[in-house]
């Protein structure tokens, strides 16, 4: 059920249905969408002006473009399953500004925010009050070039292992005793 998302969010709002919907109550935006694997990014939901202001909403914000779905967490990590980004959010409420670490992997993508109402289900179209909002953003390959903490590990590790034979050779080199000329 929770396969095919990109058929099922970006291809739906695009629908008759999902048109006649209206925009979305909140504007989701990342402080950049030219990203670096690896790099943190802040995410940013907030109200939109002339929103309603005494509904509530759980907001999801969910991988639009792969096959199978992944929700960002509060914490900024993936989740297989429907995870809210923020609970009973109101249009008054300030902005939910959240780091979203370590992004990956390299690929153009679609974010997607889904609006229900408290406790609802995002993957549910009949549950949706408004159509997504849809913000694409781009990962690039980390330059392979640049000495990452990984490449400084494996070579401290290297040298350490040298060092190590070297000592091992010494101390194991045959002395010769007192009666040997």
């Known amino acids: 059920m929770t396969r095919v998302v990109l058929a ?18 909140f504007e989701l935006r990342l402080s950049s969408t030219s990203l670096i694997e690896g790099q943190t990014v802040g995410v ?12 509530r909403y759980d907001v999801y914000l969910l ?3 792969v096959e199978e779905a992944a929700f960002l967490t509060p914490e900024g990590t ?11 959010m109101s249009t008054t409420d300030p902005p939910v ?17 889904v609006v229900v109402p408290p406790s609802g289900d995002p993957l549910s179209r009949t549950e949706w009050r408004y159509r997504p909002a849809i913000t694409w953003f781009r990962i690039a390959p980390r330059d392979r070039g640049s000495a990452g903490p990984a490449v400084a590990a494996s070579g401290l590790l290297g040298g350490a292992a040298a060092v190590a034979i070297a000592l091992v050779w010494w101390a194991g080199r045959r002395r010769p005793s007192a009666s040997e000329p």
């Open 8 to 25: 099922g969010l970006l291809a739906l709002v695009a629908t008759s249905v999902e048109a006649a919907l209206p925009g979305p109550p």
């Open 44 to 55: 940013r939901v907030a109200g939109r002006p002339g929103g309603t202001h005494d509904e």
């Open 63 to 65: 991988l639009a473009s």
């Open 97 to 113: 500004v959240r780091a979203w670490p370590k992004v990956w992997p390299p690929g153009r993508y679609a974010l997607g925010l």
């Open 78 to 88: 993936w989740a297989p399953g429907p995870v809210p980004y923020a609970r009973a």
